[in-house]
C-alpha cells in the first residue's frame, strides 16, 4: 500500500483500562496496544493528492480540523510514520513531533512502509534513521519503533529483527481475494499470530481489511461484515510465546482500522481500482458502513 510522509495510525477515543502485564514502563505506546478497548485508524487527509499543492508544505488547518472532527477523536496515543528512511528532513520533523508531544501521548514511528519489498530503500538504512531519531528526541520517554512490510517479507529474520514491536501490512483483498467476510478475518489473525509467535514481538496489523468499491466482488457491505467480525474476536489476543528480548509481553493487537477515508489519487497512480477504496469514510467525510461498526464497537 502507498503511504504519505504524514501517515499516522491516530489513537480514537478510549479509556485506558488495567489490563494485566504491560510494557508501560518502557513503551507507552505498547501499553496502549494492550488495553482491549485500544483502538486507532490509519490517517491520512481526506484532500490529500500528492501530485498537486498542498503536497510537500504544511497542510490546511481547516480541512485537517474537519477530518478529525469526523473520526471523532480523543487522541491517546499516534504513531508516527516516516517514508523515506533516507531522508534528514523527516526523520528530523518527526523527531521534533516526538520532543514536542511525547508527554501527552502515547507515540512511536514507524520508519518506511514497504520500501524494503518494493526496493525503495535497504534494511540498513532502517538502522540508520533510528539511530539519527533516537539521537535526535534526546532523553524522555521510550518511543517504540517499527518498519511495516508485507507479511509475507517477516519471513526474512532482519526484518523481524528490527524495531520494539512489528507492524505487518496484511491484505485478504489482495492475497486472497475469494474469501468472504469471516474467512478473511480469521486468515488476517492467523497470519499475525504466527509472525508474533515466530519474532517473539508485540504485533500490531497496520493494514488489514476489505475496500469498499472497486470492482467485484468487493463492496460496502463486504467491508462492514469485515470489520464487524473483526471486532466481534477482540482486539488483543495475548501469546506464550517466550519474548525475544526477554522482557516485553508478546502478543497481537486487532486495534486498527484501515484506513480513515477513500484516496481516489492512490487508485489512478497505482492503476488498481481497489487501491481508492479502503476507506472507512467518502473524501467528504460520510461514513460507510463498516465506520458506524467501529462506533458501535467503542460504545460497548
Not at 86 to 106: C, F, H, K, P, Y
Not at 148 to 170: H, M
Not at 288 to 300: K, N, Q, S
Amino acid at each position: 500500500m502507498i503511504r504519505i510522509v504524514c501517515a499516522v495510525l491516530a489513537g480514537l477515543a478510549v479509556l485506558l483500562a488495567p489490563a494485566g502485564v504491560r510494557a508501560e514502563a518502557a513503551y507507552p505506546f505498547l501499553s496502549y496496544l494492550e488495553d482491549e478497548g485500544s483502538a486507532l485508524v490509519v490517517f491520512n487527509p481526506s484532500g490529500f493528492d500528492p501530485r498537486m499543492p498542498p503536497a510537500g508544505t504544511p497542510y490546511p488547518a481547516e480541512p485537517l480540523r474537519a477530518d478529525l472532527a469526523a473520526l471523532r477523536p480523543g487522541y491517546r496515543a499516534i504513531l508516527l510514520g516516516i517514508w523515506d528512511p533516507t531522508s534528514e528532513g523527516e526523520i528530523a520533523a518527526a523527531a521534533d513531533l516526538v520532543r514536542r508531544w511525547r508527554d501527552r501521548l502515547a507515540l512511536a514511528v514507524a520508519i518506511g512502509n514497504e520500501g524494503i519489498n518494493d526496493n525503495r530503500y535497504q534494511i540498513d538504512d532502517l538502522a540508520r534513521a533510528r539511530d539519527r531519531l533516537l539521537a535526535l528526541i534526546g532523553r524522555g520517554r521510550a518511543l517504540a519503533i517499527t518498519t511495516s512490510e508485507p507479511a509475507g517479507d517477516y519471513g526474512w529474520p532482519p526484518i523481524r529483527a528490527f524495531g520494539d514491536f512489528l507492524a505487518p501490512n496484511i491484505h485478504p483483498a489482495i492475497d486472497h481475494q475469494s474469501l468472504p467476510p469471516d474467512a478473511a478475518v480469521a486468515w488476517v489473525r492467523g497470519r499475525a499470530e504466527a509472525i508474533a509467535h515466530l519474532a517473539g514481538k508485540p504485533v500490531l496489523v497496520k493494514e488489514t481489511g476489505l475496500p469498499n468499491g472497486g470492482g467485484e466482488p468487493q463492496s460496502p457491505d463486504r467491508q462492514r461484515a469485515f470489520w464487524a467480525e473483526w471486532l466481534a474476536r477482540g482486539r488483543l489476543v495475548r501469546l506464550t510465546t517466550p519474548a525475544a528480548n526477554g522482557s516485553l509481553p508478546v502478543f497481537a493487537s486487532y486495534a486498527a482500522a484501515f484506513e480513515a477515508f477513500d484516496a481516489p489519487w492512490k487508485g489512478a497512480q497505482v492503476g488498481d481500482p481497489i487501491e481508492a477504496h479502503w476507506g472507512i469514510l467518502t473524501v467528504d467525510r460520510t461514513p460507510y458502513p463498516a465506520f458506524l461498526a467501529w462506533v458501535a464497537a467503542a460504545r460497548h
